[in-house]
């Protein structure tokens, strides 16, 4: 029996993802651009997916940008702002526990001259808003804030940030990483005053391969194309549509559940947490997160990769995170001020739509056998 408690990290794509992609691979396969009347029926199956994935993030189709993951909407949102407004100014406001597909073009554009400022979360994994406002300047052309931390499930104060960087009338772009927020949270671009959002299939049970970058009506026309080329997406990203990935995103949309998938969610993570608190010794909750489906628990001096080789031989799948990467304590972790022994302990349990009760036992007795036949590291 798999016990997959990793869905921040992945989901397993849905019945109707999978039937919809297989159809438009097998049947509907035809070219978007196409002149002849099977084109116009991709094309139009195309519009209608496109319509359903703009009506669930609360977008008008136009806004909606397909792109092949997360991490290429992540890209294009950062260079594509930089862009936007290079003769505004040279200076990035980001938090330091962005992903790092932010982190990383962040850091490249600082190579290039840019400023950063990286603003770093309290010890509840919180950004301060206030702190986010101080930081703004008459030269800051981009603020990226994600809205669900992966690791932890926080929210980030993302409308704060928009409405300091009306109130302070500085230049920037607002830009979030709402891949771990999508369907998870409730929000709309234009509700949290979003210029840009980035949201990822694989995260809601679609397939890996699709994702999108919301770009906001009234910054379209001076938007650069990612890919120029024949034109689709707009003509700002060039190339044949991914017409199966699009429409398994569609259908995994359509099939999410909405509140009653949100709280089922929610309710399993709250279960899990009272039973690894009433069985594991020493147990600690770094975040028991405010997004539904993450939670980050310690189990202090027990390394987490040992921890997560283990729970795997019992079929128990959770994610030592980015915790631990190469040896070193991820960016985010390493951010809260933790001592060394809860930060070697620590693991991500992630929820979704399938998760059980049975799964939260699952794990709770697991991580509490594990704990009696192990012996902790001091
Ligand atoms: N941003 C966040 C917050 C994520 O959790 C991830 C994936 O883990 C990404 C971006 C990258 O998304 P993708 O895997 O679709 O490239």
Same mark, same amino acid.
């Given at each position: ?5 990793? $869905?921040?990290?992945?989901?397993? =794509? ?9 159809? =438009? ?10 002149? *002849?009347? !099977?084109?116009?029926?991709? +094309? ?10 703009? /009506? ?19 890209? !294009?949102?950062?260079?594509? +702002?930089? &862009? ?54 008459? /030269? ?9 931390? $992966? ?19 500085? @230049? ?37 391969? #699709?994702?999108?970058? *919301?770009?906001?009506?009234? &910054?379209?026309?001076? !938007?650069?194309?990612?890919? @120029? ?7 700002? %990203? ?17 099939? !999410? ?13 709250? *279960? ?13 909750? #770094?975040? +028991?997160?405010?997004? @539904? ?9 027990? @390394?987490?990769?040992?921890?997560? %080789? ?15 990467? %190469? ?26 739509? /399938? ?20 012996? +902790?590291?001091?």
């Amino acid at each position: 029996m798999l016990v997959y408690l990793d $869905n921040a990290a992945t989901t397993q =794509v849905c019945p109707q993802a999978a039937r919809a992609a297989l159809e =438009v691979m097998t049947e509907e396969f035809g070219n978007p651009s196409s002149r *002849y009347a !099977w084109g116009g029926r991709a +094309a139009a199956r195309l519009r209608e997916d496109r319509q359903t994935v703009a /009506d669930t993030l609360g977008c008008a189709p136009e806004e909606l940008f397909f792109t092949s993951c997360g991490t290429e909407g992540d890209n !294009w949102a950062v260079r594509g +702002a930089v &862009r936007y407004n290079r003769h505004k100014g040279k200076h990035i406001v980001t938090t330091a526990i962005e992903h790092a597909a932010v982190l990383e073009p962040i850091r490249e554009l600082e190579e290039q001259g840019y400023e950063v400022t990286r603003l770093r979360p309290d010890r509840t994994g919180h950004i301060d808003p206030e702190e986010l406002s101080a930081a703004l300047r008459p /030269d800051t052309v981009l603020v990226s804030v994600m809205l669900v931390n $992966n690791e932890l499930g926080t929210i980030q104060p993302v409308k704060a940030a928009a409405e300091a960087i009306r109130r302070t009338q500085c @230049p920037a772009l607002l830009h979030t990483d709402a891949v771990q927020g999508f369907l998870k949270v409730p929000f709309t671009p234009r509700g949290l005053g979003a210029d840009l959002v980035t949201i990822s299939g694989h995260k809601v049970r679609a397939p890996k391969g #699709i994702g999108a970058l *919301y770009i906001k009506k009234e &910054r379209i026309s001076k !938007w650069k194309p990612l890919l @120029p080329g024949g034109g689709q997406e707009g003509g700002l %990203r060039s190339g044949t549509e991914p017409t199966a990935q699009i429409a398994a995103l569609a259908a995994a949309c359509r099939a !999410w559940g909405g509140e009653k998938a949100i709280r089922h969610i929610a309710d399993v993570k709250e *279960y899990a947490l009272e039973r690894l608190r009433a069985q594991v010794e020493g147990l600690r909750v #770094i975040s +028991a997160g405010d997004a @539904p489906h993450i939670c980050a628990v310690s189990l202090p001096g027990y @390394p987490s990769e040992m921890l997560v %080789r283990d729970l795997s031989d019992r079929g128990i799948c959770v994610s030592s995170g980015s915790a631990c990467h %190469r040896g070193k304590p991820s960016h985010v972790f390493a951010a809260l001020g933790l001592s060394k022994q809860e930060l070697m302990g620590v693991l991500r349990v992630s929820f979704g739509p /399938d998760s059980t009760r049975r799964d939260a036992e699952a794990l709770a007795d697991a991580l509490a056998e594990i704990q009696k036949n192990r012996i +902790a590291v001091r």
